[in-house]
């Protein structure tokens, strides 16, 4: 059974930094192409940011866009969301995601992955 659990949330200043983290275990982690989604209160579940398999490609929501870094280490089976320059906003519970598309457009909307962690609360002060 693949089991996907996040941490490195908690409470930040704006303008800080926090590094999440999601192990996988379980299952070929190599093979997945990973996903970082986040829902606010009372708001729909929403695209953050994805990375292919073998790293060589990576995504982002425009709102996060030279702020937020997705990385991955194939050996430890887990990938990261490196988020700098918080503001309120990014104010949510976070959601890592495994879904396998290899050789196609990593997808953007939460029902394409198959796979979900227990997400992790990531809470900006103002």
């Known amino acids: 059974q693949v089991q996907l659990v996040e941490s490195g949330g908690g409470l930040v200043q704006a303008g800080g930094s926090l590094r999440l983290s999601c192990a996988v275990s379980?299952?070929?982690?190599?093979?997945?192409?990973m996903g970082w989604f986040r829902q606010a209160p009372g708001k729909e579940r929403e695209f953050v940011a994805a990375?292919?398999?073998?790293?060589?490609?990576?995504v982002y929501a425009d709102s996060v866009k030279g702020r937020f870094t997705i990385s991955r280490d194939n050996p430890k089976n887990t990938v990261y969301l490196q988020m700098n320059s918080l503001k309120p906003e990014d104010t949510a519970v976070y959601y890592c995601?495994?879904?396998?598309?290899?050789?196609?457009?990593?997808?953007?909307?939460?029902?394409?992955?198959?796979?979900w962690g227990q997400g992790t609360q990531v809470t900006v002060s103002s």
């Open positions: 995601a495994a879904g396998s598309f290899r050789g196609m457009v990593i997808p953007t909307t939460a029902v394409r992955y198959a796979l």
């Open positions: 379980g299952g070929a982690f190599s093979s997945y192409d």
């Open positions: 990375i292919t398999w073998n790293s060589g490609n990576t």
